[in-house]
């Protein structure tokens, strides 16, 4: 998600400020449930890892938590 605001200073100046969020809700996402008859059929047991980190998939899903950026920008 992400987000900017830009704001004229003068006429020559601008300055922008703006927002990025990563992994926002930062909920598990689920592998396919269990298919064996034993205890657990049906039952999600697993997750499975999509790269949303902020620094791409070099970190890998059980570290990309929650990342926020902020930014401000003078631009003239």
Do not use: C, I, W
Request: charged share 15%.
């Amino acid at each position: 998600m992400s987000l900017r605001k830009a704001f004229r200073l003068t006429e020559r100046f601008r300055f922008s400020v703006g927002a990025n969020a990563y992994n926002l809700l930062n909920h598990p996402n689920f592998g396919a449930p269990g298919a064996r008859l034993s205890g657990n059929l049906g039952v999600f047991t697993t997750t499975v890892n999509p790269p949303t980190s902020a620094l791409g998939s070099g970190l890998g899903g059980d570290a990309a938590s929650r990342a926020v950026q902020l930014e401000g920008r003078l631009t003239f």
